[in-house]
């Protein structure tokens, strides 16, 4: 396990209360999740949560998503005037 001189590692975890960034409704980070990110996770020992489990899940659909977006749009043929507007194409 990492250990730092500036940060205790805690000897045990506590149920911490938070309010999701996005929402705004009142979370437990329960001392479950918090031994799961700390240590199997190995989250860094500064952070702690700020999402609720509904956002968080809405994000990490909308990054699916956008990556899905991106994959799709590189194997797109590009249009045929593309190479007008590619850089040196067009002399100055």
């Not at 990492?2 to 209360?17: A, N």
């Not at 956008?66 to 007008?84: G, R």
Request: aromatic share 14%.
């Amino acid at each position: 396990m990492h250990h730092s001189y500036y940060i205790d590692i805690p000897l045990y975890y506590l149920d911490r209360e938070f309010q999701c960034k996005d929402c705004g409704s009142d979370e437990v980070w329960t001392a479950k999740q918090q031994k799961w990110w700390y240590e199997i996770a190995k989250g860094d020992f500064e952070t702690s949560a700020v999402h609720c489990r509904p956002c968080r899940k809405k994000r990490n659909q909308s990054k699916a998503e956008q990556k899905a977006h991106m994959e799709a749009m590189a194997k797109k043929n590009p249009h045929p005037n593309e190479a007008f507007f590619k850089k040196g194409f067009i002399k100055e």
